[in-house]
């Protein structure tokens, strides 16, 4: 560590009174020193890495740290505060202050010896010793690793500590008290407490520990369970997986554990290798500040029997993180597919508002107007116009490219990105749309996990995520999308355009009610939003279709029955529905006006069986309608805030209001024929608390 820390860049007497005042000090040292290239780019970034999480930790430490383009080699700073400053550590401010500066690109090795820093801040003896040092040379000898604590100390007098507070040099006495016991401690694996016989094995931790950056919280966090470990007489093997890398735990240890803890704040990495054990799951920070009551607890879940599920729960891709043991593969391909639309669904609301209002404004001619880059004029309405309608054309070009990059990410996670880009900018550069999206992005996710499944030798795994993959996969895709399947998909996607197209009559209405009952049948849910969809990739060009502007009102239009129904049933029929739906019911106004069909959700969950097939009725009647009225609809969302961009506004109502009434009787009928629901008007009180409780745990759509 010998470069990267200097007296030049230690301050035993910081004068900041804020973390961004302690930061902006040292990092003008780096500076100075010519370690930092831009100090208010340098500072920001620092600034961002605080956001994600403060940086102060128990007994007197900040550590902010970031990786930065403007930092040139790695670089510590340190800081002694007198006053101390807040760095929101739990127990009060910090008066010890290391700035971690790293390059963007910073390599292994020093990332590996940032790590053994971070390690060293939970030595009690290292941190009681930078407190009494009295000299920067000494100070940066003793952080270098250069000198003992004893030898930086040494003739430094009981005057050399006067700038440590009173809280840290309380926090300093009660660390070296914990030191003292780390020293009389059992070893991991010796017997540690009496009820332990010499014939017992030791109860037996496997840990990992990471961060969002990776290089500090992440080993000061394995440090402290390895030093709780061995208080408890506990053995604790922890994985960091850190900036730098990590080094996988042996299987065998991981079989041989009695018990998980998983302390981070990124997903840990191959999770998979952990399941069937007693688990406990915390933030980072809790694995430096309270190791010993994680140690505890996970005892505590091994004693009562409690483990996580199978192997299949904890799996690498965001899919599988989030799925559910025994998955089949229908429901692994739905579930890649709604990962792509959940992408891609905020560029279609931001772009198709956007082009909306420019239509509003400076009508269709609009799509036509000069490029505002060389033709813009501040006082021309039609100027503003053009460059929203500009704006959201940029936004909709990415529609298929997300699509794809996001379905391919949900295969194989990050490496599946480039290929899924690629083979959906592919898709919409041979006009192969939608459909073309969908099957470049399941050929990404594909071609990636077989290359992933291949034995590489140790000595090129390191660029296996940068260079092979994106560059083997991005070429394959590639071949597929331009030479194979690219030609039959854009053949079979005009050809759904030119049947969209010819609909009229009978076959409009009929897919009208279609599109309506799939909006109304799971309310947000896959279904949902495969409707929606198919929609919103039919207006997604610049000069859409009409049939596909009717198509997209017909949906918006059934998206927003289920809410608005539910709120004038609960209006109309109070006695009905519980004390909670009713509030649930003043919600649901804005939330239906604004097309968010997830406001019914509450509704569905409590009395499936008869608010879902009610609201399938209204819906497919309203979506019918809309059809019928050639009602139109060029913005991909909205509800009645954007009713002045759809075509025969007035119809389009009445559509919505039939199947809010449809609806609402049904459900009024329905619920009427049973007995009044526990907590509903004249309920006994005790009943409709213990359903408000019941319907408090109902999952809501986010």
Not at 90 to 110: S, V
Not at 213 to 225: D, N, Q, R, W
Not at 287 to 298: A, F, K, Q
Not at 354 to 383: C, E, N, R
Request: charged letters at 15%; aromatic letters at 6%; one cysteine or more.
């Amino acid at each position: 560590m010998s470069d990267m820390i200097t007296a030049d860049l230690v301050d035993l007497d910081l004068s900041a009174d804020t973390k961004e005042a302690a930061a902006r000090a040292l990092a003008e040292r780096m500076v100075a020193l010519g370690r930092v290239t831009d100090l208010e780019g340098f500072l920001a970034d620092v600034a961002a890495r605080e956001a994600q999480m403060p940086t102060g930790l128990d007994g007197g430490i900040g550590i902010p740290h970031c990786r930065s383009e403007h930092v040139t080699e790695p670089t510590l700073g340190f800081g002694r505060s007198a006053a101390g400053i807040d760095f929101g550590a739990p127990d009060g401010p910090a008066d010890l202050i290391f700035l971690i500066a790293a390059p963007a690109g910073a390599d292994d090795a020093h990332l590996t010896i940032l790590s053994s820093l971070a390690r060293q801040l939970m030595n009690a003896e290292f941190t009681s010793a930078l407190r009494a040092v009295g000299d920067a040379s000494a100070a940066a000898a003793l952080i270098r690793g250069d000198e003992t604590p004893e030898a930086a100390v040494a003739g430094a007098g009981t005057g050399a500590a006067q700038g440590a507070s009173e809280n840290s040099v309380a926090s300093s006495a009660a660390a070296s008290a914990d030191d003292a016991t780390d020293n009389t401690a059992p070893a991991a694996g010796a017997s540690a407490s009496p009820e332990d016989t010499s014939a017992e094995r030791p109860f037996r931790i496997v840990a990992v520990t990471s961060c969002p950056t990776g290089i500090a919280h992440t080993y000061m966090a394995a440090e402290s369970l390895e030093n709780a470990g061995r208080e408890a007489g506990v053995e604790v093997v922890v994985e960091p997986q850190g900036s730098a890398g990590f080094t996988r735990l042996d299987p065998g240890v991981i079989a041989a554990a009695d018990g998980v803890i998983f302390a981070h704040d990124v997903p840990v990495r191959e999770k998979e290798r952990f399941a069937g054990k007693p688990t406990v799951d915390v933030g980072v920070k809790a694995g430096i500040n309270r190791p010993g009551e994680l140690i505890t607890e996970v005892r505590g879940k091994a004693a009562r029997g409690e483990v996580t599920a199978g192997a299949a729960s904890g799996a690498g891709t965001p899919v599988e993180r989030a799925g559910d043991s025994g998955e089949g593969y229908g429901t692994k391909l739905r579930k890649w597919l709604m990962s792509g639309v959940s992408y891609m669904v905020p560029f279609v609301a931001a772009g198709g508002l956007l082009i909306a209002l420019g239509f509003a404004i400076g009508g269709y001619k609009i799509k036509s107007a000069p490029s505002v880059m060389d033709h813009f004029v501040w006082t021309q309405t039609d100027s503003w116009a053009a460059l929203m309608f500009q704006i959201g054309a940029v936004a909709f070009g990415f529609l298929v490219p997300v699509l794809a990059g996001y379905i391919a990410y949900g295969m194989a996670d990050r490496p599946g990105l480039v290929p899924g880009f690629v083979g959906g900018m592919i898709a919409s550069t041979i006009n192969a749309g939608f459909l073309g999206g969908l099957v470049a992005g399941l050929l990404a996710g594909g071609v990636v996990m077989a290359i992933q499944k291949i034995d590489i030798p140790a000595v090129l795994r390191g660029i296996m995520p940068v260079v092979v993959i994106p560059l083997i996969s991005s070429a394959i895709v590639g071949f597929l999308m331009f030479v194979v399947v690219g030609k039959p998909i854009a053949s079979a996607q005009k050809a759904m355009t030119d049947w969209l197209n010819g609909l009229s009559g009978s076959n409009a209405i009929l897919l009208g009610a279609l599109l309506g009952l799939m909006m109304c049948f799971d309310l947000g849910g896959p279904v949902n939003k495969v409707a929606y969809t198919f929609a919103t990739a039919g207006i997604a060009v610049s000069n859409p279709s009409d049939s596909a502007m009717k198509i997209m009102a017909a949906v918006m239009a059934a998206g927003m029955v289920p809410p608005l129904a539910m709120a004038l049933a609960t209006t109309v029929r109070g006695k009905l529905f519980t004390e909670t739906e009713r509030e649930n019911g003043k919600a649901a106004w804005v939330l239906g006006a604004s097309f968010i069909s997830e406001g019914a959700i509450p509704f569905a969950a409590a009395d499936p069986l008869r608010v879902i097939p009610s609201a399938m009725v209204g819906g497919a009647i309203t979506g019918s309608l809309s059809m019928a009225f050639s009602t139109t609809l060029r913005a991909p969302h909205g509800g009645i805030f954007v009713v002045p961009l759809i075509g025969n506004p007035f119809l389009y109502l009445i559509a919505i209001a039939v199947g809010v009434c449809v609806t609402t009787a049904l459900v009024v009928v329905l619920k009427g024929m049973r007995k009044p629901a526990p907590g509903a008007v004249g309920a006994g009180k005790a009943d409709g608390t213990a359903t408000a409780a019941a319907e408090a745990k109902q999952p809501v759509a986010a």
